[in-house]
């Protein structure tokens, strides 16, 4: 009786390891991946990826000992053999992402978000992605001396927004 028992809940916990590796391993694939692919041309995106397959290789061995010490039949090398193409599969697109060239560097770009400022109308625009005012460059902000309006400073002379600037060629009064 209580060995029909036994043999029940190995059967039902083999069916919920097997459950949970069809979740879980499409999961732990596309982590490492995304580590390969966030950290690509850096040691660190190599290491995430020798971590990630070091893992599977670790839970290989421990399928291994926890049937020993349990003394379970290997009835299943079913699992292993999962774990093994998991880990071919992981390394070969996990090293495909990793070698990938980095994101092409904007010429000028935005100070918060990176966007191609090169090839607008203004030198120092408001960046249209994320709306980041003079994105090329940071701009120290002072009153206006003529509106009190948040102008660009000007570091000799007075504070002048483009509204209360001389014409060009006028003296300031
Ligand atoms: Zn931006
Ligand atoms: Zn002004």
């Known amino acids: ?3 029909v028992h036994a043999g029940l809940i ?22 490492v991946w995304y580590a390969c692919l966030r950290w690509r041309r850096q040691l660190m995106g190599v290491a995430a990826l020798l971590l990630g397959l070091a893992l599977i290789g670790l839970l290989a061995r421990l399928d291994i000992a926890v049937r020993q010490a349990l003394h379970l039949p ?16 992981v390394a070969l697109v996990g090293g495909l992402l990793v070698f ?18 090169h090839g607008l109308d203004e030198a120092n625009p408001t960046c249209p992605e994320c709306g980041t005012e ?8 002072a ?7 948040q102008t660009p400073a000007c570091i000799e002379g007075r504070t002048l927004c483009k509204a209360c600037l001389p014409p060009v060629g006028v003296p300031a009064a």
């Open 100 to 117: 990938l060239p980095p994101r092409k560097l904007a010429k000028v770009p935005c100070r918060r978000c990176g966007y191609e400022l």
């Open 10 to 31: 190995i059967d039902l916990f083999a069916s919920l390891l097997e459950g949970a590796t069809l979740i879980l391993f499409p999961i732990y694939a596309l982590l």
């Open 1 to 3: 009786m209580w060995v």
């Open 74 to 89: 290997d009835n299943g090398p079913l699992f292993r053999f999962m774990l093994y193409a998991e880990a071919v599969i």
């Open 134 to 141: 003079f994105a090329a460059i940071k701009v120290e902000l």
């Open 143 to 149: 009153p206006c001396a003529g509106c009190g309006l």
